[in-house]
C-alpha cells in the first residue's frame, strides 16, 4: 500500500458528535411525564415484583417431581380411621397409575426393537418379550379382574385370597 493516502477520498469521522442547543429554557414534558412514571409507577411495581421473585426463589417449588410420601397401607390402618383409608386409597390410585405407565414404558420399547429388528425380531427382542410377560403377569396379578371401580379394599381382598390360595397349595404339595 502507497503511504500517501488520498484523505479527502476517505475522510475521518469526527471525534465528536455535536451537541444540539435548546432553543427554548421550558423543559420537554415528555421527558418529565418518563420521569413522574418511572418514579411513581414503575419503581415501586419493579421492587414489589423483584421482592416476590426473591420470596419465591427461596422456596422452588417444582410440580413435574412432586414426591409423595408413602403412607401406611390399607391393612395398617385403624379401625374407624377414615383419615388413613383415604390416604391409603389415593397412595393405592396412585401406585396403579405407575403400574399402568411401566407396562406402557414396556410395551413401547418391544415395539420400538420389533419395528427396529424388523425380521430377527423374535430371536433379538426376546429380553424385551420376557420383560413384557413378567410386568403384565405382575400387573394382572395385582389389578385383574378388580374393573374399572377397583378400589383399594377389594384389591387388598384379592391379594389376601391369593395368598391364602397359595398357603393352601403348598400344605396340600407338602402333605
Not at 374407624?80 to 410395551?107: F, K, M, N, P, S
Not at 425380531?121 to 395385582?142: G, I, S
Amino acid at each position: 500500500m502507497p503511504e500517501d493516502r488520498d484523505w479527502e477520498a476517505y475522510k475521518v469521522p469526527p471525534t465528536r458528535t455535536p451537541v444540539g442547543e435548546r432553543a427554548t429554557s421550558v423543559p420537554n414534558p415528555v421527558t418529565f411525564f418518563q420521569t413522574v412514571f418511572n418514579y411513581v409507577v414503575d419503581a415501586p411495581v419493579t421492587f414489589v415484583r423483584e421482592w416476590i421473585e426473591r420470596q419465591q426463589a427461596k422456596n422452588k417449588f417444582y410440580y413435574y417431581h412432586q414426591k409423595f410420601r408413602r403412607v401406611p397401607d390399607l391393612s395398617e390402618c385403624l379401625e374407624g380411621d377414615y383419615v388413613c383409608y383415604y390416604e391409603a386409597e389415593a397412595q393405592w390410585r396412585r401406585d396403579r397409575l405407575v403400574d399402568q405407565q411401566i407396562v406402557e414404558i414396556v410395551r413401547e420399547r418391544l415395539g420400538a426393537c420389533k419395528q427396529r429388528e424388523g425380521p430377527n425380531q423374535f430371536q433379538n427382542c426376546a429380553k424385551e418379550a420376557e420383560m413384557l410377560v413378567q410386568v403384565t403377569k405382575a400387573y394382572q396379578d395385582r389389578y385383574g379382574d378388580l374393573g374399572v371401580h377397583g378400589n383399594a379394599r377389594t384389591c387388598l381382598m384379592k391379594q389376601k385370597q391369593r395368598m391364602m390360595e397359595e398357603r393352601k397349595a403348598q400344605e396340600d404339595a407338602s402333605q
